[in-house]
């Protein structure tokens, strides 16, 4: 059955450095997501993509967030400058075009500390 | 905007036995999904059972139901047998699809599920 992959499983870094998280959707998949969990809070969205720009996002997205789709398979979400507060698992999913397929599919995460 | 609600942070049961957990939602929509996920402790989100909500009829998945009431806005899951393997935290989930692209998903508080043997 095909899934959403994600790498790094977990990602370190020095605060003020800049990350990027990866994705790779479900290949027949038109839409993308990330969202976020802070350890012990519910998950919380942060952005969608669709047709090469940013359809929806939240205030979580500021400035220092941005999504790439830089290749047919790929789904980038790059923090430029991490804070201690961006420590958090970070799930990308995807879903079909629409209709009755709009369930969308959760990759296992990655899990950013930021010390 | 829409919210919601998980009102037991935790509940544990018995393997073999019967839960069910509990979500409300708040909406001035008609048309929208729900769902069910559960996040064992890899941490991975897992769909257990979706509903759209224009189905009169409840969505069922093997051991898993759910009791869909669109007035009360209440969309509860009914877990059959539990097995220790449910062991997880679930959240219930709100869908809204706008345009073609903004969909996202509003999530519960979850709820601690235990299984004992």
């Known amino acids: 059955e095909p899934e959403v992959t994600q790498t790094p499983s977990h990602q370190v870094t020095q605060m003020g450095q800049e990350v990027i998280l990866r994705c790779v959707p479900i290949s027949n998949h038109l839409y993308f997501y990330w969202y976020r969990q802070i350890l012990g809070q519910k998950v919380e969205f942060l952005v969608s993509f669709y047709n090469n720009e940013i359809s929806e996002k939240s205030e979580i997205f500021d400035d220092q967030f941005s999504v790439e789709r830089p290749d047919g398979s790929n789904f980038t979400l790059k923090i430029r400058s991490t804070k201690l507060e961006d420590s958090a698992m970070y799930f990308c999913?995807?879903?079909?075009?629409?209709?009755?397929?709009?369930?969308?599919?959760f990759g296992p995460g990655t899990r950013l500390t930021v010390l | 905007a829409q919210t919601v609600t998980q009102s037991q942070p935790e509940m544990s049961v018995q393997e073999a036995e019967t839960v069910t957990l509990s979500c409300t939602y708040d909406t001035s929509e008609s048309n929208y999904y729900l769902f069910w996920y559960k996040q064992p402790p890899s941490r991975q989100m897992i769909l257990v059972i979706r509903q759209e909500a224009y189905k009169q009829q409840n969505a069922t998945e093997n051991r898993f139901s759910v009791n869909f009431q669109k007035a009360a806005k209440s969309f509860s899951l009914k877990i059959s047998d539990s097995q220790l393997g449910d062991t997880a935290m679930y959240f219930c989930?709100?869908?809204?699809?706008?345009?073609?692209?903004?969909?996202?998903?509003?999530f519960g508080q979850g709820t601690r599920l235990t299984i004992n043997p």
């Open positions: 999913a995807s879903s079909m075009a629409g209709g009755s397929a709009d369930t969308q599919y």
């Open positions: 989930a709100f869908m809204k699809r706008l345009v073609p692209g903004a969909q996202k998903l509003v």
